[in-house]
């Protein structure tokens, strides 16, 4: 039996309640930061104080305790980056034209198809681990980089090999629907999909299907084909959508049963309300938005109107190749108007009801996994020492993975 305390802390970030999914609306603010410890047991949360009989005793004095962060929308693994697409965007050439020049998501699957397995997980590994040492402990990976039936499976190969060689939990979405490979109409290409989807999702253990709805990728009527895809094998519906220009595309989602609206930097005035009221999550992509100089999604909007409100760092080679979800925090609290609170719920319980995981994870409640990071200050300096390291500790599973050099006294050290 192995147990690890963590004893002394400024700040324990608690839920208001037990057993609940998600916090919606500013419902995040309802949880409470008061000092205190915890106890794990076997890898499981096993009580809300210090035991000073566990083996292991972290020393929390000064510092916040939250759950485990939960990063719900990644494109790992993918191989290779683009920053030379970064110098073009910079210098003006909007996203749109760079896919157009052959650059992009293609540009992407050429560099997957080149690189041997062995190769892009490796470099899968060295961000999931890079993620690790800011906190994430539990990631979604996505394909959507092949571009072609074997290569998308290949792909979902990938994403299982990386999900059995990290430490965190993870979660696999086939992003069937990225961008429109040569030779096929959309149609063409969702034909193709529906008819090798068996083949497709036998390559790793698939929870949901996503697509890209933009005018250089697929259109509603192809959320719908992918929607149905989904509730057909019983999975879930996730969509990109509303990230370039506004395609109504949030309503079409939401009678589709989607468990995400992912961007959203577009979305109409008018269908604010309605994720209000949906069981669908909005998550926000905040670095994405800065990056790709996107406008910024009505993140204040939609929390008063009552919306599952989610942070992701959309890790990928072209919009967004930021691993660090405390400066994800950082960057939705100033763009938002959030508070600490909320950008906290959306980076924990929020972000593991998108990936199915809410009743394991995402909040310390006993007997949920034992995912803990330990920060270096109060949880409100998370956002407001924007690009700073907050991380000291990372548990997994009642394991500690990480220790931030210069903090090995707080384990006795
Ligand atoms: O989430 N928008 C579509 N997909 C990614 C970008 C993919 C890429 O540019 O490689 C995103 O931003
Ligand atoms: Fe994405």
Redesign the pocket.
């Known amino acids: 039996m192995s147990s690890l305390s963590v004893h002394g802390a400024a700040q324990v970030l608690l839920p208001p309640e037990p057993g609940l999914p998600y916090l919606r609306g500013d419902a995040g603010n309802r949880m409470t930061l008061a000092p205190g410890g915890v106890t794990c047991r076997d890898g499981v949360i096993a009580a809300l104080e210090d035991d000073p009989g566990a083996e292991v005793q972290v020393d929390a004095s000064g510092a916040a305790v939250l759950p485990g962060l939960v990063d719900c929308h990644t494109?790992l693994p993918f191989a290779g980056w683009r920053a030379e697409e970064y110098a073009m965007k910079v210098a003006g050439v909007p996203y749109a034209e760079i896919a157009r020049l052959g650059g992009?998501?293609r540009s992407?699957a050429r560099m997957l198809a080149e690189m041997p397995d062995g190769d892009v997980l490796g470099q899968a590994r060295g961000l999931a681990d890079e993620m690790l040492r800011l906190g994430t402990t539990a990631f979604e990976c996505k394909s959507g980089y092949g571009l072609s039936l074997d290569a998308e499976r290949r792909q979902l190969g990938l994403a299982e090999a990386l999900c059995g060689h990290v430490p965190q939990a993870t979660a696999i979405t086939a992003l069937v629907a990225?961008a429109v490979p040569e030779g096929f109409t959309p149609g063409e290409w969702l034909d193709a999909v529906e008819g090798a989807l068996d083949h497709l999702l036998s390559a790793a253990m698939v929870t949901a299907l996503d697509c890209?709805i933009?005018s250089v990728a697929f259109d509603n009527a192809a959320l719908e084909r992918v929607g149905a895809m989904a509730a057909d094998r019983g999975l879930w519906l996730r969509a990109?959508v509303e990230?370039l220009g506004c395609h109504r595309s949030v309503p079409v989602a939401v009678a589709n049963g989607a468990r995400s609206v992912?961007?959203l930097s577009m979305v109409h005035a008018d269908d604010v309300a309605l994720l209000g009221r949906a069981e669908c999550a909005a998550v926000l992509?905040p670095s994405?938005e800065v990056l790709?100089d996107e406008h910024a999604a009505p993140g204040r909007a939609l929390l008063d109107a009552g919306a599952i409100g989610v942070l992701a760092t959309?890790l990928?080679?072209?919009?967004?190749p930021v691993t660090s979800l405390p400066l994800v925090m950082g960057l939705a609290v100033r763009r938002y108007r959030w508070t600490a609170l909320e950008a906290a719920a959306a980076v924990t319980l929020n972000a593991a009801w998108v990936m199915g995981q809410s009743s394991a994870a995402g909040s310390l409640e006993p007997g949920k996994r034992a995912d803990l990071v330990i920060l270096d200050a109060p949880l409100e300096h998370v956002p407001y020492r924007l690009g700073h390291d907050p991380v000291e500790i990372v548990v997994v599973g009642g394991r500690v993975v990480h220790v931030r050099p210069g903090s090995e006294w707080r384990l006795g050290g």
């Not at 990928?316 to 967004?320: E, M």
Request: net charge negative; no cysteine.
């Open positions: 494109h992009g998501i992407s990225h890209f933009e990109h990230q992912d961007h992509l994405a790709n959309d990928n080679p072209g919009t967004s």
